[in-house]
């Protein structure tokens, strides 16, 4: 530590990778004047899949399935994007009712990922009872999704040209039946975080990010809603049945940890208003349109508004069956860049809080980095990194000579 | 949510006593219970198969394979999937335009022996 300390009494204080706080890794160096952080370094890429590599050697429908896999909590966001961005290539127009179904799912996925937020939200300020509440009813919204697509997550609804469940009475009724007993709790929470003393002073002016640096660091979803910009993608850029579906946006002025809880939870019945509008409203029809293997030559972006914020998705297709360039923008990866600023200023206290604010997903957002420095930079192939790792041990007086390792 | 009082929360600890525990046995006894829409092992019926080869393609993980063991005019086909690649996405049997691929609510694989996960259906 003692190396840390420079000379006008700062303290840099590493933060991760691995740490209890979060549950994916992630390094911050947070440098401290007393308690005070006065600067953080993010750095993230500790989990680079290589998934958009995979999808250039896969053809569209096998694709589907890797990008159902970049986020284990918005899996039908990401489906909706790819899948979207293959239909307008291929010039195709999805049956309604698929839209309907597609807009359900989407808002009980969103449903859940903000009562796993608002959970994890209270564990890292101490306040478990509330996590535990979230996180049972959580537990409500999974059922639906299990009855609806078969599984707690990855429901694999969306296929390219339409959907491949269909709903049906039966469906219907247990999804409105749990919107209603979710809508009383969600009443309770929003009770709590208006009135509780406690909450309130613990998440009040933390993690502030203004509404100018909100918009110079280029924030997304409900980071950038609590700063008080009315960015929804589902009202600016409507797509699919949101073009029928009154949504409201919600927006906060408190720019801080408050303001983004406050939005979620306010989100929340938002999304139990739509599920109950497009239950009721649900258009009769097929649920798939036929889409040719190979797809037309093209590029698209698409954009979607995931639980987390903007979804976007590049789609570069060659007219083949086998996309050439998939690109995912995460939404985390937008608001990283501004968790530096909200960080400054705040406590160290606060650093767990400030960071779980924004509802960082760490795998969907790193990406293969290239790490440019002033020295002598050496490209190396497996034997020539093995041969380097093992007189690297050497020198610490650990030989690994002996040890057999498969030649690739 | 209602408001928890002491009474209240008193009146759930006792009838709480009284209730069954709210999981289930598994091990060794009876199988577990899943939602009647949950993708399983595939199962496979060969008769109206034409050896197309379109679920294998679509499959994103290659655990599929279709194997015909016989000529082209007198097919012997089988069907080999690996539990261990497979994800259980079950888009080959969206993808068979014969039918002849169908989802189980069969889960249970756990085995101690790698090879045992490749299974004929």
């Known amino acids: 530590m003692s190396e840390n300390i420079s000379n006008n009494n700062k303290i840099v204080l590493p933060i991760g990778p691995q740490h209890p706080s979060l549950d994916e890794p992630g390094r911050f160096d947070i440098t401290l004047e007393g308690e005070k952080v006065v600067n953080a370094v993010v750095g993230v890429g500790y989990n680079h899949r290589g998934l958009e590599k995979v999808c250039e050697s896969k053809n569209y429908i096998q694709d589907l399935y890797i990008i159902e896999r970049v986020c284990g909590i918005c899996s039908h966001s990401h489906s909706t994007a790819f899948c979207m961005a293959v239909e307008e290539l291929a010039g195709v127009t999805v049956p309604q009712r698929a839209e309907y179904i597609r807009v359900v799912v989407a808002e009980l996925e969103r449903l859940h990922s903000h009562l796993l937020w608002l959970g994890v939200a209270c564990h890292e300020i101490g306040f478990d009872t509330m996590f535990m509440y979230t996180w049972r009813d959580r537990e409500k919204v999974l059922d639906v999704l299990a009855t609806v697509g078969g599984n707690r997550v990855n429901y694999g609804i969306n296929t390219i040209g339409g959907v491949r469940r269909d709903f049906n009475e039966t469906i219907n009724s247990e999804i409105l039946k749990t919107v209603d007993s979710l809508e009383e709790d969600i009443k309770r929470y929003l009770e709590i975080a208006m009135t509780e003393t406690t909450l309130i002073s613990r998440l009040k002016s933390k993690g502030k990010l203004s509404h100018e640096d909100a918009l110079k660091y280029g924030a997304v979803g409900p980071v950038a809603r609590a700063a008080g910009i009315a960015i929804d993608i589902r009202v600016t850029e409507p797509y699919g049945a949101y073009k029928e579906i009154p949504v409201n946006v919600i927006t906060d002025t408190n720019e801080d940890v408050y303001g983004r809880t406050a939005v979620r939870i306010l989100e929340m019945q938002e999304s139990i208003n739509i599920i109950r509008y497009c239950i009721n409203n649900m258009p009769e029809g097929t649920l798939t349109v036929k889409v040719p293997r190979r797809i037309p030559a093209g590029e698209v972006i698409v954009r979607v508004e995931a639980p987390r914020g903007e979804d976007i998705h590049y789609l570069r297709s060659n007219g083949t069956d086998i996309p050439d360039r998939v690109r995912v923008r995460a939404p985390t990866e937008a608001n990283w860049h501004g968790m530096k600023h909200m960080l400054k200023g705040g406590n160290l206290a606060d650093v767990p809080i400030t960071i779980a604010a924004i509802d960082p997903c760490y795998s969907c957002t790193d990406r293969a980095i290239v790490i440019s420095s002033e020295k002598n930079t050496e490209v190396m192939d497996w034997r020539g990194l093995r041969r380097y790792g093992i007189d690297w041990y050497k020198k610490q007086n650990i030989d690994l000579t002996s040890l057999k390792i498969k030649e690739v | ?121």
């Open chain 2, 1 to 121: 949510m209602k408001k928890t009082g002491p009474g209240r929360i008193t009146f759930r600890a006792i009838k709480n006593l009284f209730k069954k525990p709210a999981t289930t046995s598994y091990a060794g006894k009876g199988k577990p219970c899943v939602e009647k829409k949950y993708r399983g092992r595939i199962c496979y019926d060969k008769t109206d198969c034409i050896n197309c080869g379109l679920c294998m393609r679509d499959c994103p993980t290659g655990a599929l394979k279709i194997i015909n063991e016989g000529t082209k005019e007198d097919k012997k086909l089988k069907a080999v999937l690996n539990v261990g690649h497979c994800i259980f996405c079950c888009q080959c049997v969206d993808s068979c335009m014969k039918k002849c691929l169908t989802y189980s609510q069969d889960i249970d694989f756990a085995t101690t022996n790698k090879a045992d996960l490749t299974v004929e259906l």
